[in-house]
């Protein structure tokens, strides 16, 4: 069992309804954190967080690093302690 | 395909129209693409090294195929001309309703030349032309022009749609810009400039017509299909109400601002730096185009209990500013409270004046006052009064902003071209070197956002065509690390590793190549960003391209138009002498460490001439010398082009 701190930015603030929290994973993987948000968060959290056509993580205009500042992936391995940052990605104007 | 091009000469008077062949769809796409051709043949039989404010100069306004046929893609409209504060190619797009009303009135490209003997606009309706008297609007900002012209033109055939410029324009400020309908602004490159320097005040529309589409089946089962696409995106409903201004956090988060002229590039303002604007700003959401599925433009209304500096500005309503206004604002100038960010963005679209030379102009200026390198002397010879130059201060903004609107003193006159003039100009004044305060890429032009970290992204501001620039080779792969598009695009994921120079360069390539393909179908970039066509416009959008115009080309020879445009838009700058070493970046991106953030202690000279080795291969173009190559061009048909750069010596030897 690890713990993970996810913290969220902008529209997956919105939906959760606060900025961090911490999560308790039998497997230290992100695709154990992304089941368990979108588990809490249902239909909307899902929609934002996963591309149903490639079972990835959705990549259109959205974020997910880890406090080295790489992003993350469904298969990629979480150590204890770590953050994931889900944050909206977009540039330009 | 069918569409018209306007020629107005302003200094006879004289207008006609003529049918842009087929063919020229077949070889340029549309929108930018057929702009550039317009621009590159106008300057075989003018002076391609005249003065850019001068009547000899070309502004061409161009609408691609896709815009306003319904296609739910967005629109853009784009200004194509020899850019004055840069001196070398310029061009600049912007959304909003003029750009489909020139087509609803019967034309897709308007090419303007000459100079009127005094102020004028040009009015067009329903196929008609008209030069008209513009007395009454010089002096006008861009609102008051536009609301002017729509109470002067009333509501039949239609409600009037509007290009203006404001005072900038007027006074042929070399960053000065042109602003669609009072909010839309096409920003870079100084073409409000151009248009000032030919008397022309304004471009007013009304029309009724319509848009002969090749296979309006086929159009509206992609259009269902893009919009499905676009609603299954949830990430777009968080868009829609923040724009651009999503970029804020996520930017503070890896350390991607713009700060202080960028000797940080983190916001300090508690306010700014957070979501705020969204909760206590935001009126509605609105769609700036009426042919796009996003929406994703907002309106902000002040009421003056926002925060004690909203007081001012109570009743002010504008657009919501966008991230580089926010960039800027925020960022550049250190403004602290939204108020005072949204109030720069609303007055920097009336004056009409490119928002990011004139922050980078301005945050010049307050760093060498920071540093203590202004003397009461210096500053009576620069301002003619002991101007106060203080980080935040709005008041000290509004007076520095004010005086290269109106190019009043010694300030405004110097930097009306951007910092990298204004800053040379200053170097020469004193006769000590300041450059390495003035932050610029290609061409001297300036952009507020922290590019160490980023190599693609770095090779973009020395690269693009029309100056440092973020929007011709866009470098989202390496900012959001998208290993599955390196993937794609490559067969190998090092275009997203931030830690190597690999792919970088083929990156800007690729991506300039698909860019200039949206370009010149007339669609918005933010479609694209979001990814509902999964980010290849030669498939994707190449569909709708297809049934617009009936030309149903593969993915791959899209790709070379794509190509083939860019090259132009290069063989334009080779003409104009630009060579490897004008494809660089200034003192402080090049050299001095990223300061803070995710990545710091990041220099682009750590990368820089691999990236750019690498970019040049990619586009078969020569190392040493940066020049394009004859059998490279001919492979893209652009045999005709070479040979205008082989007898001016810039064409690659060899
Ligand atoms: S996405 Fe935004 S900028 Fe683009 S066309 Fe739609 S409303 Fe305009």
């Given amino acids: 069992m690890i713990t993970i701190n996810a913290q969220y930015q902008s529209r997956f603030r919105e939906i959760t309804g606060v900025e961090k929290e911490f999560f308790h994973l039998e497997q230290g993987t992100v695709a154990a954190l992304a089941a368990q948000i979108t588990g809490k968060y249902g239909p909307l959290m899902t929609a934002l967080l996963m591309d149903e056509d490639s079972k990835s993580l959705n990549s259109r205009g959205t974020l997910y690093l880890n406090s080295k500042g790489q992003r993350v992936y469904l298969e990629d391995d979480l150590n204890e302690g770590e953050t994931v940052f889900f944050m909206v990605g977009i540039a330009g104007g | 395909m069918e569409s018209r091009l306007l020629r107005v000469d302003l200094t ?132 008051e022009a536009h609301g002017a012209l729509r109470q002067e033109l009333g509501d039949y055939p239609s409600a009037a749609h509007t290009l203006t410029i404001g005072q900038a324009g007027e006074h042929q400020v070399g960053i000065a810009a042109v602003v669609s309908d009072a909010s839309r602004i096409h920003a870079r490159g100084g073409g409000g400039c151009v248009l000032g320097s030919k008397n022309l005040k304004a471009i007013a529309v009304q029309g009724s017509g319509g848009i002969r589409v090749d296979n309006p089946r086929g159009l509206l089962a992609w259009s269902r299909d893009f919009r499905q696409k676009i609603d299954q995106n949830e990430a777009i409903y968080g868009f829609k109400r923040r724009g651009t201004l999503g970029a804020v956090e996520m930017y503070q988060h890896i350390g991607s601002h713009f700060w202080r002229n960028n000797q940080g590039n983190m916001f300090r303002g508690e306010e700014v730096r957070s979501d705020n604007w969204v909760k206590k700003y935001h009126k509605y959401s609105e769609v700036c ?164 970290p980023f190599p693609t992204w770095m090779n973009n501001m020395a690269v693009a065509s029309r100056g440092a620039d973020h929007l011709k080779g866009i470098g989202l792969v390496e900012k959001f690390q998208r290993r599955d598009l390196s993937m794609k695009y490559f067969g190998r994921p090092e275009a997203a590793d931030l830690t190597t120079p690999l792919l970088k360069g083929a990156c800007t390539a690729v991506v300039e190549n698909q860019v200039a393909l949206l370009n010149s179908y007339g669609v918005c970039l933010f479609h694209w960003m979001l990814d509902p066509g999964g980010f290849t416009p030669e498939e994707y959008y190449g569909r709708a391209f297809a049934e617009i115009t009936g030309i149903d080309r593969t993915p791959e020879e899209l790709m070379r138009d794509g190509e083939r445009i860019c090259n132009l838009e290069k063989a334009f700058n080779s003409r104009l002498g630009l060579r490897r070493e004008h494809d660089t970046v200034c003192e402080r991106w090049m050299h001095e460490p990223c300061p803070e953030g995710m990545y710091p202690g990041k220099v682009a000279s750590d990368m820089f001439e691999t990236v750019l080795d690498e970019y040049y291969d990619w586009r078969g173009w020569d190392r040493k010398t940066g020049l394009q190559t004859a059998s490279r061009l001919a492979s893209l048909g652009l045999q005709d082009v070479a040979e205008v750069l082989a007898a001016e010596g810039a064409l690659a030897p060899g």
């Fill in chain 2, 12 to 143: 006879t008077g004289e207008c006609s129209v003529e049918v842009v062949p087929h063919a020229m769809f077949e070889r340029w796409i549309g929108g930018s693409g057929i702009n550039n051709w317009i621009m590159w043949e106008h300057f075989l039989t003018h002076d391609i090294n005249c003065d850019p404010r001068g009547p000899d100069n070309i502004f061409v306004f161009g609408v691609g195929p896709l815009a306003g046929t319904g296609s739910g893609s967005g629109i853009k409209g784009r200004i194509t001309f020899k850019s004055p504060c840069y001196g070398i190619f310029g061009d600049s797009a912007a959304g909003g309703k003029f750009p489909y009303m020139v087509r609803f009135a019967g034309f897709d490209y308007i090419a303007i030349t000459g100079k009127a003997p005094r102020p004028v606009y040009l009015y067009l309706c329903d196929g008609e032309v008209e030069i008209r008297d513009a007395a009454h609007l010089w002096g006008k900002n861009t609102a």
């Fill in chain 2, 289 to 452: 185009s009426a042919d796009c599925y996003i929406a994703c433009d907002g309106r902000y209304k002040i009421d003056g209990t926002e925060s004690e500096k909203a007081k001012k500005y109570v009743g002010e309503t504008f657009r919501r500013p966008e991230y580089l206004t926010t960039g800027s604002a925020a960022g550049a100038l250190d403004l602290r409270d939204w108020a005072e960010v949204a109030h720069w963005g609303k007055v920097t679209n009336d004056y009409a004046i490119d928002n990011q030379d004139l922050s980078c102009s301005i945050s010049f200026m307050m760093e060498l006052e920071q540093r203590g390198l202004l003397s009461a002397r210096d500053k009576g010879e620069l301002f003619g009064r002991d101007q106060s130059l203080e980080w935040g201060n709005m008041e000290d903004v509004e007076a520095l902003m004010h005086n290269i609107v109106h190019r009043e003193n010694r300030f405004g006159d110097f930097f009306n071209d951007g910092p990298y003039w204004g800053a040379l100009r200053y170097s020469e004044f004193k006769g000590e070197n300041f450059m390495k305060y003035a932050i610029y890429g290609k061409g001297g032009a300036s952009f507020t956002e922290e590019m160490r």
